[in-house]
C-alpha cells in the first residue's frame, strides 16, 4: 500500500463484511439486521459504511439524531431507518426525509401524532421504545394502556416495531439483570400485541447481546460496536476485524538533553538524553489529554514508543530514543495488531469513546 503522508484514518470494507457475517453467524438465519451508523459510524465514514451495508443486504439503519438521518438519505440511502433519538423540533423534517422516529415518552408520542395529522400522514411507521431497565430512555410498562388509548382511532401511525435496550449485557456478572430485562420486554410486547392485533417487530440486542443473550434475538438485533470490530471482550476481539485504523507520520524529531522539558507546561522533563517525535494529530482530531504523560503507547516501526508530555491540540509528542525511526515514517495510533479497545484502556476509557471521538478533519482512505 502507498504512503499515508499524513495523519489517515484507513477504513477496511473487507473488515466489515467479515464482522456483519460473523455477527449473523451468531443468530438464527432469518433474524433482521439493524446496523447502527449514528457518529459517523463510530468515528469512521458513516456514508461509505452504509452503501457497503446496503451491498451486503442490512435490513434496518439506526441513527441517533435526525440530522445523521438526513445524512444518509441525501447520500442516496433508501433503506428504512431508524432515529433512535430524535427531538420534536425535528419532526417535520424527520418525516420529509422518510425517517422512522423511536417514541420514547407520551409527551412525544403526543406531539408525533400532532405532526403527523398536520402532515396527513397515514401507518406512519414508528418504533416504541421501553424502558426495561436502563432508566435512560423509554415508555413504562405502566404506560401501555395510556399508549393503546392515545392511538385509539388514531390512523395517522402504524407501530412497526417495539424495541428496548439492555443495560448490562457485556457484564456476565450482571446476567440475571439482562435476563430479567429479557423477560420484562417479552412481557410488554405480548401485553402491547394481544391489544393491537397485529405484531410489530420486536428487538432487543446490541452487539454484546447478540454474542451473550442470542436466545433474546426476536425479529431483529441491532449492531454497531461489533460491526466496526470490537465485541467487549479479548476472545470476540479475536474473531471480529477492526475496520478503522489510524496512522500518522513523524514531522520532526528532536534530541533532548538531561534538564529539558517537551511540551506545554513543561509537563514532561528529561533526566537524560531521549529522542523524540512530533506528530501532526492532537486532542482536536480526538486524542484526548488522557493520553498524555506517558501512559499510552503508539507503534513506531513494530515498537512501542509511549506519548510523553501533554497532548497539544494539533501535535503529540512521542519518545522514540531506543527506536529506529526517521522523518517521515508512518506510526501506528490503533487499528489492525494494536486494538482500539487497548489503546482507550490505558486512559480508562472504551474503544466506543476513541473512535467516536475521531474528528472529521482527519483524512479517511477506503481499503475495498
Ligand atoms: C448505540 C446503540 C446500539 C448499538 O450498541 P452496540 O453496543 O454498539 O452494538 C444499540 N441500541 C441502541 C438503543 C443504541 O443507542
Avoid at 402504524?158 to 412481557?187: C, G, M, P
Avoid at 528529561?270 to 489529554?289: Q, V
Avoid at 513506531?300 to 529506529?324: E, Q
Wanted: charged share 20%; aromatic share 8%; with cysteine.
Amino acid at each position: 500500500m502507498s504512503k499515508i503522508g499524513e495523519t489517515t484514518l484507513e477504513i477496511d470494507l473487507f473488515a466489515l463484511e467479515h464482522n456483519f457475517n460473523y455477527l449473523k453467524s451468531r443468530i438464527t438465519p432469518g433474524t433482521m439486521f439493524l446496523a447502527v451508523v449514528k457518529a459517523f459510524a463510530y468515528g469512521s465514514d458513516m456514508i461509505t459504511i452504509a452503501k457497503k451495508l446496503v451491498q451486503l443486504n442490512v435490513d434496518y439503519f439506526a441513527v441517533a439524531y435526525t440530522k445523521e438521518g438526513i445524512l444518509l438519505r441525501e447520500a442516496g440511502i433508501e433503506s428504512p431507518i431508524l432515529v433512535l433519538h430524535p427531538q420534536p423540533v425535528n419532526f417535520e423534517v424527520l418525516i420529509d426525509n422518510c425517517l422512522e422516529p423511536s417514541l420514547y415518552s407520551p409527551r412525544i408520542l403526543q406531539l408525533f401524532l400532532e405532526a403527523a395529522k398536520a402532515k396527513g400522514l397515514q401507518q406512519y411507521p414508528v418504533h416504541i421504545k421501553f424502558n426495561t431497565g436502563l432508566n435512560r430512555l423509554g415508555f413504562w410498562e405502566n404506560d401501555i394502556t395510556p399508549i393503546l388509548e392515545q392511538l385509539t382511532d388514531r390512523n395517522e401511525v402504524r407501530i412497526k416495531s417495539v424495541l428496548s435496550h439492555l443495560a448490562a449485557s457485556e457484564d456476565i456478572k450482571e446476567k440475571a439483570f439482562s435476563l430479567q430485562q429479557i423477560e420484562d420486554f417479552t412481557a410488554i410486547c405480548q401485553r402491547l400485541n394481544a391489544h393491537l392485533g397485529y405484531r410489530p417487530i420486536r428487538h432487543l440486542l446490541n452487539t454484546s447481546g447478540i454474542l451473550n443473550f442470542p436466545q433474546a434475538a426476536f425479529e431483529m438485533v441491532r449492531s454497531g460496536i461489533g460491526l466496526y470490530g470490537y465485541g467487549n471482550n479479548a476472545e470476540i476481539d479475536a474473531k471480529l476485524k477492526p475496520v478503522a485504523t489510524l496512522k500518522t507520520v513523524i514531522s520532526q524529531r528532536h534530541k533532548i538533553a538531561p534538564g529539558e522539558s517537551v511540551g506545554y507546561n513543561r509537563r514532561y522533563r528529561s533526566n537524560d538524553y531521549r529522542i523524540t517525535a512530533t506528530l501532526p494529530i492532537g486532542h482536536a482530531d480526538g486524542i484526548g489529554r488522557q493520553y498524555g504523560g506517558g501512559k499510552t503507547n503508539v507503534w513506531v516501526n513494530g515498537k512501542k514508543a509511549p506519548i510523553i508530555g501533554n497532548v497539544c491540540m494539533d501535535m503529540i509528542m512521542i519518545d522514540v530514543t531506543d527506536i529506529d525511526c526517521k522523518e517521515g515514517d508512518e506510526v501506528l495510533i490503533f487499528g489492525h495488531e494494536h486494538s482500539a479497545e487497548d489503546f482507550a484502556n490505558s486512559a480508562n476509557t472504551i474503544s466506543y469513546e476513541i473512535l467516536t471521538a475521531i474528528s472529521q478533519r482527519i483524512s479517511r482512505r477506503i481499503k475495498s
